[in-house]
């Protein structure tokens, strides 16, 4: 499970990045562009003994710096099983996570390919590889830009494309691209896979209404993507994806005075955005509420997302008991609860009665209130004031400590910085 900070993105911090969504798959079908950027395969990775799982870890091994250059440690990282995948603006990387060895890297090819990012990311807009299944393997998807010098009379272009890499032997699946947005071109920004659920993939790619210019109008369109027949289901011009969930994509819809933050989201003078859900299926609206001058959305998983609070990810309705903030942070342990953070307090909440289950407060005379970093599995890994604290995640109680770790992304097998410092679970 990944924490999903505020100052991280808003772009959807995608599927559960230790879990896999249900996606179907197969080799390349007519759509697939054989020429596109970045077709060489990655090499198969050594055999190696799998390490033992602890569920939930409690305690963690020494710090494990990888071989990863510090000028791409921006970029999104996922972690599934003992390997953490990690994409660059040249490749996309895998590392096992005990040993810190590199097991194979996917180019995406040619030196000069435009990633979609003016200058390097940063922390306010780091997009992870989305993890599917596809026909009985995994494979982990994600989107890049590639620009085209124009000659003659034809206009300078950036095209997206989404690949899918087999995730144990790093080879490239296959790889299509996107139709052009309508009414406007690729943005700066790098475009995102929002996630993948049911055998389809969402894609948000932000846009410029003015043909180019920095100064223009801003924008962005969503793709719905069959992953078996590496077809476009639908398109959204318009609308900016930022969650998927529960069959859901869920962002914000976007009018001619939109301008984008990366990190806070898109914002209107006129108060004429929506936060609306769209049916993963065909596109069609399932809910909407109008009038709002800002939308910002942030993942949580088991069938909520945060926006200003938690919400209901099928209904887009807010959930009684959670904490209203500006600031808000939970995270769903991928079990049966939610814990939602904010400076006052910190609580949890049962996913399926709603009902809150506890309550730590900045007040209480008796415990200090924790910073709830990520939840997994039955606990809760928070820090109050030096310490590491794991909690139980249905009664709030202390579980033990634990040392040294960051659990920014965390499953049985290890816990993740958002630094990519690495440390094992050993217990």
């Not at 590199?102 to 990012?117: E, M, Q």
């Not at 998927?244 to 005075?257: F, M, Y």
């Amino acid at each position: 499970m990944r924490a999903t900070h505020r100052h991280v993105t808003h772009l959807a911090l995608v599927a559960a990045l230790t879990g896999l969504a249900g996606c179907s798959g197969g080799a390349s079908g007519t759509d697939t562009d054989a020429g596109a950027p970045g077709a060489t395969s990655g090499a198969k990775p050594p055999a190696a003994a799998k390490p033992k799982a602890f569920d939930p870890p409690a305690k963690f091994g020494e710090e494990i710096a990888l071989p990863v250059d510090e000028d791409v440690k921006d970029w999104g990282f996922a972690l599934h099983g003992p390997t953490l995948y990690h994409r660059t603006s040249a490749a996309l990387d895998a590392y096992d996570t005990h040993s810190g060895q590199k097991l194979w890297s996917s180019p995406l090819g040619r030196k000069d390919w435009y990633t979609g990012k003016e200058g390097q990311p940063s922390d306010d807009q780091v997009i992870p590889p989305v993890l599917a299944q596809q026909d009985g393997r995994t494979g982990v998807l994600f989107a890049y830009a590639d620009y085209t010098k124009g000659s003659g009379t034809e206009r300078d272009r950036t095209d997206v494309y989404l690949r899918s890499v087999d995730a144990d032997s790093g080879k490239v699946s296959w790889t299509i691209r996107l139709p052009a947005p309508k009414g406007a071109t690729v943005s700066d920004l790098e475009p995102g896979v929002i996630g993948a659920e049911g055998g389809t993939a969402a894609v948000r790619v932000l846009t410029s209404t003015d043909g180019g210019g920095r100064d223009g109008g801003q924008s962005a369109t969503t793709y719905a993507v069959d992953l078996k027949s590496h077809q476009v289901t639908w398109q959204k011009d318009g609308f900016a994806g930022g969650v998927l969930d529960s069959g859901v994509v869920i962002g914000a819809q976007l009018s001619e005075e939109a301008t984008f933050q990366a990190i806070d989201g898109w914002h209107s003078p006129q108060k004429d955005l929506a936060l609306a859900g769209l049916a993963l299926t065909d596109g069609s609206p399932r809910w909407k509420e109008e009038d709002r001058a800002g939308v910002e959305v942030e993942q949580v998983g088991g069938g909520f997302f945060v926006a200003g609070t938690l919400r209901d990810s099928r209904t887009g309705e807010r959930v009684a008991g959670a904490p209203n903030s500006s600031l808000i942070h939970c995270v769903h342990d991928q079990r049966s609860v939610v814990v939602c953070d904010t400076k006052e307090t910190a609580r949890g909440i049962d996913a399926q009665s709603r009902k809150v289950l506890w309550t730590i407060s900045e007040n209480d005379p008796s415990r200090k209130k924790p910073e709830v970093e990520n939840a997994f599995h039955g606990a809760v890994y928070a820090t109050a004031d030096a310490d590491g604290v794991i909690l139980d995640a249905r009664t709030g109680k202390d579980r033990g400590l634990y040392d040294g770790a960051s659990t920014y992304v965390i499953n049985e097998y290890a816990a993740v910085g958002i630094d990519l410092n690495v440390y094992p679970a050993t217990g």
